[in-house]
Nanobody, 126 residues
């Protein structure tokens, strides 16, 4: 059974930081690229970041570059999203997603992910 379980969401003040975690199980971790996709209230989904668990390469949406950092711990089958300098516009449900093939998924092509977690709420107050 493939499972992606997000954690670490919560309520923070603008300018604060938060770290999200995605624990993966049920598949060979190194064979997938894993990313984060978010959906703000009343908005469509937006690809945020992706990391290849085979070579460690990463990408980011322009809206989060310089503020967010994605990383992975292959020994723990876990991907993290460190979010700094948070803005109210970052408020969204954040989903962890996995794509088979070991290739990075561009932020604009999040619909190609094969598996999705249930999401974790991030709320940034002004």
């Amino acid at each position: 059974e493939v499972q992606l379980v997000e954690s670490g969401g919560g309520l923070v003040q603008a300018g604060g930081s938060l770290r999200l975690s995605c624990a993966a199980s049920g598949f060979t971790f190194d064979d997938y690229a894993i990313g984060w996709v978010r959906q703000a209230p009343g908005k469509g989904r937006e690809g945020v970041s992706c990391i290849s668990n085979s070579d460690g390469s990463t990408n980011y949406a322009d809206s989060v570059k310089g503020r967010f950092t994605i990383s992975s711990d292959n020994a723990k089958n876990t991907v993290y999203l460190q979010m700094n300098s948070l803005k109210p516009e970052d408020t969204a449900v954040y989903y962890c997603a996995a794509d088979f093939g070991m290739q990075l998924v561009p932020p604009g092509l999040y619909s190609t992910y094969d598996y999705w977690g249930q999401g974790t709420q991030v709320t940034v107050s002004s």
